[in-house]
């Protein structure tokens, strides 16, 4: 028995007339009543009781008109959820991120506005080590990254940025460079180092400056760097966006002289991604203008203060 046969079964049941029901299906009369019948012997039962004047449902087909019309309500509704699946209206999506996209905001605006365009998608988001997001999503674990650019990544991957941003410098309070406008790489050739996972700004500023880094600690996530910074166990270099967002004892940062060192957040997506949830994410973040900090923002803020 096929679906078609209970269509016809409920239609005839709810026109109890074979007319109108062959009608209602755009089928001839004769059709309906073939069809009718076959399913009567798949069943073993009659489910109409038929005059010349009257059609007329049995008690045997009352039960099965109930137990019909159940199946094509759960097979509309099976129907209705592939095809939403396959536009990627509902499903899960798998996020990964660093903490620093975290602080920036731009994890929060792209999953907000994803949720509002696409309610029945679960979100899940978890923090991973940075150096484990390329891999995590070439391997098809997680769908979209937020990471903290530049990093190595496989020929499969590719990246939108969405915040340009640039790194400054954490101080324990009172260390001498900390009421300084900006301070100089080289000024820092004694320092040690706590690293955060994006080790670039650490490393770049050490070549401008002429000197190898003394690293004494790589705790892992930027509050961590922050909180050893602020126990006064070395200075950090770390993004400028994290100044706005975290406010921890005995921190302070300073801009650092010289040309400015680049450090962008971007997500990071597989090229040819075949997931429809996927795909609309990736479009969504595609079409995001990217957003630009500049030193110039912080000149002007602590000429204000």
């Known amino acids: ?34 069809q009718i019948q076959e399913i009567e012997r798949t069943l073993a039962a009659r489910l109409f009781a038929r005059t010349r004047r009257s059609v007329a449902l049995t008690p045997a087909g009352e039960v099965f008109l109930a137990e019909a019309r159940a199946v094509l309500e759960r097979f ?4 209705s959820a592939g095809r939403r699946a396959g536009r990627g209206e509902i499903g899960r999506i798998a996020i990964g991120y660093v ?14 506005r994803f949720r ?13 080590p940075m150096e484990s997001l390329p891999g995590l999503v070439a391997d098809g674990e997680v769908d979209v990254g937020f990471v903290r650019l ?14 340009r941003d640039y790194f400054c410098l954490a101080l324990p309070v009172g260390h001498p460079a900390a009421g300084e406008a900006a301070v100089a790489p ?3 050739a004694g320092e040690g180092f706590v690293a955060p ?3 670039a700004g650490t490393y770049e500023v050490a070549r401008r ?20 910074v602020s126990l006064g166990m070395g200075v950090a270099v770390v993004p400028s966006v994290v100044r706005e967002v975290v406010n921890l004892p005995n921190v302070v940062f300073a801009p650092l002289a010289g040309e400015t060192i680049a450090s962008e957040v971007a997500a990071l997506f597989r090229t040819g991604e075949a997931g429809p949830m996927a795909r609309n994410f990736i479009r969504q973040v595609i079409d995001t203008p990217e957003l630009r900090l500049s030193p110039d923002d912080w000149a002007r803020a602590r000429s204000v203060g």
Request: proline share 7%.
């Open 116 to 128: 509002a365009g696409f309610p029945a998608v679960e979100v899940g988001a978890r923090e991973w």
């Open 1 to 34: 028995m096929e679906l078609r046969h209970l269509r016809y079964f409920v239609a005839l049941a709810e026109e109890l007339h074979f007319a109108r029901a062959a009608q209602r299906l755009n089928i001839a009369p004769p059709t309906l009543t073939v």
């Open 197 to 199: 996972e994006q080790g």
């Open 76 to 79: 509309a509704r099976a129907e």
């Open 209 to 228: 400056g002429g000197f190898a880094p003394r690293i004494v600690s790589a705790p892992g996530s930027l509050l961590a760097v922050l909180t050893q």
């Open 186 to 188: 080289e000024r820092l």
């Open 150 to 163: 530049p990093m190595a990544l496989p020929r499969s991957l590719r990246t939108h940025v969405l915040l």
């Open 99 to 112: 903490g620093s996209a975290a602080y920036a905001g731009v994890l929060q605006d792209q999953t907000r």
